[in-house]
């Protein structure tokens, strides 16, 4: 035990003692006065002792009401008449005619809610500070060869920070030694493991679950993706919804016209305490509290769940989503393509041929066709005994171009080469042509397609898969089909939206038939193919006219038509800030399974934003119409009053549970 | 010098009453700009460093009844 005359600084003690007595002093100042009014009430009515009764119900507005008057002192050297000062009005009026009992009540009352509803919405603000607080506070860094431990937030960029398996990764950075399984609920709320090897990104607080990992540090601090979701969040938070605005301004009218009904109300009885109860109760507390907690826990409800809804705009508007329509590669589908098939029609072109000259052609091409042709014509010079299948991709959904130097060897660069958009690509090699590309682009080039040649591309194609034209000199020598995998996840999607009375399309550039056999297998309603990226966006805007449009996407290739819908929503966004930017509905992870629950929990926010308001009018409206009536007292009011703001909040916090 | 700092409110009561503290903040002399958020509890005050300090909105913000903590 310290006393004053140890060696302590004499200051620390009181300084300590101070601040835990204004932790709790809103605690001990409230219970203290309801206890006082409980005896002074009971004093009264048990033993009859009016003085005393009324002596202790006095004390116990004179200590409940100290704080709140202080505080309404501090409101009007602001130039506001706010509630606090109207209820030490109110109480000293009670006093000033004998109406202790009132008075007490009233103070202990308002007291006791606004405790409540501080409790309350601290909850509801911490429920983000505790996602930043998964975040360790130190790092085990290499520094000149040795393991030294700093604090996280000291950690430079490029600098290695191991991490243990089953701690937290303190950092945002990029594994460059070992191989692990890391949990990255607290980014995108996925609870599978994610695998994590060289080269793959990983973000501070998620967990590292299984091997010790080597990371190079890209932003420590401040600046990790966590942080920024955090950030984004509050502003989301802190910006206000329609509904929030309208009743804004609803308040900026109802106040005055309040006060106007109580001096009105005084004027014609002479009777204070009526004017000062109108005035006390007809303060607009649910009605301006009940939008703003309902958004904020909807929106603190999805940063946990992994998906970042940037304001309560957004949510408002997603409620009320009938049409979600969606990009097909890379949201639908995995975004890994992969060859499937080659076959060779020309004489004595066989399929090995036939996919090294489309090779040769996608070679300097950058789609993601042109990649995967690549990849599978390096993996059969590699290992010919294969059926020509590529590897997939590991984590950011890119195909994997293995051994660069090796390949560059054996597929030689075109002597030239063009991209026709949509179409596909033209090269030339040692003055042989190589045309690759869909129907359009042999038609375009006068190239005659042989039957045998078109009934395997549409035997391919009603199978979903893509089929890419191989010529040769004005002569089509071979077909090579390409299979985008569907993502598990679509179907099941797509049904669960169906049941929310949900409409559902698919926006694809690939040709018809490959569309509808995605559209019949993921069980989408409606289809477009064959469009441009203006085309998507012309199809949103089309879908407006009738339907509040949801277009999913990746957030890159698509942001027009994302920012063309009522709302954006991008996938797959923990990584790429410019997703994050353009959407209006974020998913962290890959998971299209947080679009319907997204919706859901809009429409929830929606039903709950308008319950709050209901609750809101209808106590003001009786509340008004008792106490002109006499039938509500003073502090009949305020137990009515302070119990509705309480509803109001709980109820929006239902939220943080959706 | 221009200085900006963060303080947070986790027991603001009513919408009205961050309001008032914003009011209050922003009436401090050397205050250039402040924000105070009910939702968040977001306290968030651009200043002059050479006339006032968080010393000082922290106390507005004790003053009005709330508990101010550093962020």
Not at chain 1, 241 to 246: A, G, N, R, V
Not at chain 1, 288 to 295: A, E, L, R
């Given at each position: 035990?310290?006393?004053?005359t140890?060696?302590?600084?004499?200051?620390?003690?009181?300084?300590?003692?101070l601040?835990a007595?204004?932790?709790?002093?809103?605690?001990a100042?409230?219970?203290?006065?309801?206890?006082?009014?409980a005896?002074?009430w009971?004093?009264?009515?048990v033993?009859?002792?009016?003085?005393?009764?009324?002596?202790?119900?006095?004390?116990?507005?004179?200590?409940?009401?100290?704080?709140?008057?202080?505080?309404?002192?501090?409101?009007?050297?602001?130039?506001?008449?706010?509630?606090?000062?109207?209820?030490t009005?109110?109480?000293?009026?009670?006093?000033?005619?004998?109406?202790?009992?009132?008075?007490?009540?009233?103070?202990?009352?308002?007291?006791?809610?606004?405790?409540?509803?501080?409790?309350?919405?601290?909850?509801?603000?911490?429920?983000?500070?505790?996602?930043?607080?998964?975040?360790?506070?130190?790092?085990?860094?290499?520094?000149?060869?040795?393991?030294?431990?700093?604090?996280?937030?000291?950690?430079?960029?490029?600098?290695?920070?191991?991490?243990k398996p089953?701690?937290?990764?303190?950092?945002?950075?990029?594994?460059?030694?070992?191989?692990?399984?890391?949990?990255?609920?607290?980014?995108?709320?996925?609870?599978?493991?994610?695998?994590?090897?060289?080269?793959?990104?990983?973000?501070?607080?998620?967990?590292?679950?299984?091997?010790?990992?080597?990371?190079r540090?890209?932003?420590?601090?401040?600046?990790?993706t966590?942080?920024?979701?955090?950030?984004?969040?509050?502003?989301?938070?802190?910006?206000k919804?329609?509904?929030?605005?309208?009743v804004?301004?609803?308040?900026?009218?109802?106040?005055?016209?309040?006060?106007?009904l109580?001096?009105?109300?005084?004027?014609?009885?002479?009777?204070?305490?009526?004017?000062?109860t109108?005035?006390?109760?007809?303060?607009?507390?649910?009605l301006?509290?009940?939008?703003?907690?309902?958004?904020v826990?909807?929106?603190?409800?999805?940063?946990r769940?992994?998906?970042?809804?940037?304001?309560?705009?957004h949510?408002?508007?997603?409620?009320?989503?009938?049409?979600?329509?969606?990009?097909?590669?890379?949201?639908?589908?995995?975004?890994?393509?992969?060859?499937?098939?080659?076959?060779?029609?020309?004489?004595?072109?066989?399929?090995?041929?036939?996919?090294?000259?489309?090779?040769?052609?996608?070679?300097?091409?950058?789609?993601?066709?042109?990649?995967?042709?690549?990849?599978?014509?390096?993996?059969?010079?590699?290992?010919?005994g294969?059926?020509?299948?590529?590897?997939v991709?590991?984590?950011?959904?890119?195909?994997?171009?293995?051994?660069?130097?090796?390949?560059?060897?054996?597929i030689p660069?075109?002597?030239?080469?063009?991209?026709?958009?949509?179409?596909?690509?033209?090269?030339?090699?040692?003055?042989?042509?190589?045309?690759?590309?869909?129907?359009?682009?042999?038609d375009?080039?006068?190239?005659?397609?042989?039957?045998?040649?078109?009934?395997?591309?549409?035997?391919?194609?009603?199978?979903?898969?893509?089929?890419v034209h191989?010529?040769l000199?004005?002569?089509?020598?071979?077909?090579?089909?390409?299979?985008?995998?569907?993502?598990?996840?679509?179907?099941?999607?797509?049904?669960?939206?169906?049941?929310?009375?949900?409409?559902?399309?698919?926006?694809?550039?690939?040709?018809?038939?490959?569309?509808?056999?995605?559209?019949?297998?993921?069980g989408?309603d409606?289809?477009?193919?064959?469009?441009?990226?203006?085309?998507?966006?012309?199809?949103?805007?089309?879908?407006?006219?009738?339907?509040?449009?949801?277009?999913?996407?990746?957030?890159?290739?698509?942001?027009?038509s994302?920012?063309?819908?009522?709302v954006?929503?991008?996938?797959?966004?923990?990584?790429?800030?410019t997703?994050?930017?353009?959407?209006?509905?974020?998913l962290?992870?890959?998971?299209?399974?947080?679009?319907?629950?997204?919706?859901?929990?809009?429409?929830?926010?929606?039903?709950?934003?308008?319950?709050?308001?209901?609750?809101?009018?209808?106590?003001?409206?009786?509340?008004?119409a008792?106490?002109?009536?006499?039938?509500?007292?003073?502090?009949?009011?305020?137990?009515?009053?302070?119990?509705?703001?309480?509803?109001?909040?709980?109820?929006?916090?239902?939220?943080?549970?959706? | 010098?221009?200085?900006?700092?963060?303080?947070?409110?986790?027991?603001?009561?009513?919408?009205?009453?961050?309001?008032?503290?914003?009011?209050?903040?922003?009436?401090?002399?050397?205050?250039?700009?402040?924000?105070?958020?009910?939702?968040?509890?977001?306290?968030?005050?651009?200043?002059?460093?050479?006339?006032?300090?968080?010393?000082?909105f922290?106390?507005?913000?004790?003053?009005?009844?709330?508990?101010?903590?550093?962020?």
């Open positions: 035990m310290y006393t004053l140890d060696e302590m600084p004499v200051d620390w003690l009181p300084n300590e003692w601040r007595g204004r932790r709790h002093r809103k605690a100042v409230t219970a203290t006065s309801g206890l006082l009014y005896a002074g009971s004093v009264g009515h033993s009859g002792l009016e003085t005393v009764s009324a002596a202790v119900l006095v004390l116990a507005a004179v200590v409940g009401g100290y704080d709140i008057a202080k505080q309404g002192y501090y409101e009007l050297r602001n130039r506001t008449l706010g509630i606090k000062m109207l209820v009005l109110a109480a000293v009026g009670a006093v000033a005619i004998g109406e202790y009992w009132e008075a007490a009540a009233v103070v202990f009352l308002f007291s006791l809610g606004s405790y409540l509803e501080g409790r309350t919405m601290r909850k509801t603000r911490s429920a983000l500070q505790e996602l930043l607080e998964l975040t360790p506070d130190t790092a085990l860094v290499r520094r000149d060869g040795e393991v030294v431990e700093v604090p996280a937030r000291e950690v430079e960029e490029g600098e290695v920070v191991v991490v089953g701690g937290e990764i303190p950092v945002d950075g990029v594994v460059v030694d070992g191989e692990s399984a890391v949990n990255q609920a607290p980014i995108t709320g996925e609870s599978a493991p994610v695998h994590k090897t060289d080269g793959d990104e990983v973000y501070a607080a998620t967990v590292n679950q299984e091997g010790a990992l080597d990371v540090t890209t932003g420590a601090g401040s600046d990790t966590l942080q920024r979701i955090v950030r984004r969040v509050e502003e989301a938070q802190e910006a919804s329609p509904t929030e605005s309208l804004d301004r609803f308040a900026t009218y109802y106040t005055p016209a309040v006060v106007v109580a001096v009105g109300a005084f004027a014609v009885t002479r009777d204070a305490i009526l004017g000062l109108l005035l006390v109760i007809g303060c607009p507390g649910a301006v509290i009940g939008p703003p907690v309902s958004v826990s909807a929106v603190g409800n999805a940063a769940n992994g998906v970042l809804v940037k304001g309560g705009e949510l408002e508007t997603a409620g009320a989503i009938d049409l979600v329509a969606f990009d097909k590669t890379g949201t639908l589908t995995k975004g890994e393509t992969t060859v499937t098939g080659v076959e060779g029609f020309g004489a004595g072109v066989d399929a090995d041929e036939v996919l090294r000259l489309a090779a040769v052609a996608e070679k300097k091409s950058e789609h993601h066709l042109g990649g995967a042709i690549v990849a599978a014509a390096r993996e059969r010079r590699e290992h010919p294969k059926s020509g299948t590529s590897d991709a590991t984590d950011g959904g890119t195909v994997a171009v293995a051994s660069e130097a090796d390949g560059s060897r054996s660069d075109p002597d030239e080469f063009d991209v026709l958009a949509g179409k596909g690509v033209v090269a030339r090699l040692d003055g042989r042509e190589i045309v690759v590309g869909n129907r359009a682009l042999l375009d080039r006068g190239i005659a397609v042989p039957g045998p040649v078109a009934a395997h591309v549409r035997e391919r194609e009603t199978r979903g898969e893509t089929a191989v010529a000199d004005g002569e089509v020598v071979g077909v090579v089909a390409l299979r985008d995998e569907i993502r598990e996840a679509a179907p099941g999607v797509v049904a669960a939206l169906h049941e929310m009375g949900v409409r559902t399309v698919m926006l694809t550039g690939d040709n018809e038939r490959t569309a509808r056999a995605v559209a019949e297998e993921v989408i409606d289809y477009h193919a064959g469009l441009l990226p203006e085309d998507k966006q012309a199809a949103v805007e089309a879908f407006r006219e009738e339907y509040t449009v949801a277009m999913v996407g990746d957030g890159i290739n698509d942001a027009p994302l920012a063309t819908a009522d954006g929503i991008a996938m797959g966004a923990a990584g790429t800030d997703a994050i930017e353009t959407a209006d509905v974020a962290m992870a890959d998971d299209l399974e947080r679009i319907p629950y997204a919706i859901g929990l809009s429409r929830a926010t929606r039903w709950n934003v308008a319950e709050n308001v209901a609750v809101a009018v209808l106590t003001v409206v009786l509340l008004l008792g106490v002109l009536g006499s039938v509500v007292h003073l502090a009949g009011g305020m137990l009515v009053h302070e119990g509705s703001v309480l509803l109001v909040i709980l109820n929006g916090m239902r939220l943080l549970r959706y | 010098m221009t200085e900006t700092t963060q303080l947070r409110v986790m027991d603001f009561d009513c919408p009205t009453c961050a309001s008032t503290v914003e009011r209050a903040i922003g009436s401090t002399e050397g205050v250039a700009d402040v924000e105070v958020h009910y939702t968040t509890g977001r306290v968030e005050v651009t200043y002059d460093e050479r006339v006032t300090g968080p010393a000082a922290e106390q507005a913000i004790e003053n009005h009844g709330y508990t101010p903590q550093r962020a």
